[in-house]
């Protein structure tokens, strides 16, 4: 959370200036020429569920974070589909990703949905932090700070599953998680840091030692993945498919070239290592695949950027037999 004055700023808040150059189509062109398995990985996967998707469930498809659609087969969804509901927070980029469509016919298929999927979290927690005394917790020390912190995250309010108005449950045949799920934990996560740097800038960093905190975020990542895990499976019609991609692990590295050498990286997991175990114990797993991507090159003094990816297609136990 950014503090600004009086005013405060939530991570969330800020995606729609982030998604403008790291999504739409300059960066699908970039993804093409340095990480083209991704999209075709991505790609494989949503056809492959449209495929899987048994007649008599409905046409509608959902994607859940889908921003500018930058990795979607936006075109086959929505010939697949007699709608398309994109969801996301950032209302602009969705209508950028509309827009490339050609067809004033598939464009009008697609319906959007602002919201924030998580059903609040970023603001339920920014809430509790507010209401913390943080001139008498600085003056305590760092254990005293982060304690504060981790029982707001034990506290915090995740609504499980998520209940958005304008999505309902059963009402689709597809249902896509496109590479969301590991922002749902880390912006409010990210906003609780930033919080101790403006209360206390010189304790940033001293969280790994406060093992009530360490226990607590990892808690309440869990708590977001599966909230996520059973709005999937709410809004999922009888024999429906869901198509689940979300990175795992982000890495860092300092010579184009060494991204896939371990030896000239570092790795830093975004999930929690039961992962796997939350979705095989909501879902029976179709098929499952696993690949890396690459956000940006080393330049100079900064390092390039990727992530490892999880992609899953999912039905619920009444389609086990897909």
């Known amino acids: 959370m950014l503090i600004r004055g009086m005013i405060t700023i939530m991570r969330i808040d800020t995606l729609p200036q982030k998604n403008m150059q790291a999504q739409g189509p300059r960066r699908r062109e970039w993804l093409h020429l340095h990480s083209p398995e991704h ?10 569920a449209l495929q899987l998707r048994v007649p008599a469930a409905s046409r509608s498809t959902l994607v859940l974070g ?10 086959d969804l929505v010939r697949a589909s007699e709608e398309v509901v994109l969801a996301d927070l950032d209302l602009a980029a969705m209508q950028r990703g509309r827009d490339e469509l050609t067809s004033s016919t598939l464009r009008k298929r697609i319906r959007f949905v602002q ?44 609504p499980d599953p998520p209940e958005i108005d304008t999505l309902h449950s059963g009402d689709f045949g597809l249902v896509v998680s496109s590479l969301v799920l590991s922002q749902l934990f880390s912006y409010p996560l990210l906003d609780a840091l930033d919080h101790v740097q403006a209360v206390a800038p010189s304790l940033l960093g001293e969280q790994e030692r406060h093992r009530r905190y360490q226990e607590a975020s990892q808690a309440f990542r869990i708590r977001i993945i599966n909230a996520h895990l059973h709005f999937l499976r709410s809004l999922l019609d009888m024999g429906g498919i869901i198509v689940l991609l979300s990175d795992i692990r982000g890495f860092v590295f300092n010579v184009h070239g060494t991204d896939h050498d371990a030896t000239h990286r570092r790795s830093l997991p975004l999930v929690p ?50």
């Open 39 to 48: 999209l075709q990985q991505c790609t494989v996967l949503m056809t492959r």
């Open 66 to 75: 889908a921003g500018a659609c930058t990795e979607l087969p936006l075109t």
């Open 115 to 158: 919201c924030d999927i998580t059903g609040g979290v970023s603001s339920n927690l920014a809430s509790l932090i507010r209401r913390q005394n943080w001139q008498r917790l600085v003056s305590q020390g760092s254990q005293a700070i982060f304690d504060a912190l981790a029982l707001c995250l034990e506290e915090c309010r995740v």
């Open 273 to 322: 290592r039961i992962f796997p175990e939350l979705v095989r114990d909501t879902f029976v797993v179709v098929e499952e695949a696993q690949w890396e991507w690459l956000t940006d090159l080393p330049e100079k003094e900064r390092p390039g950027r990727g992530y490892e990816v999880a992609g899953y297609i999912l039905s619920d136990s009444t389609s086990a037999s897909l």
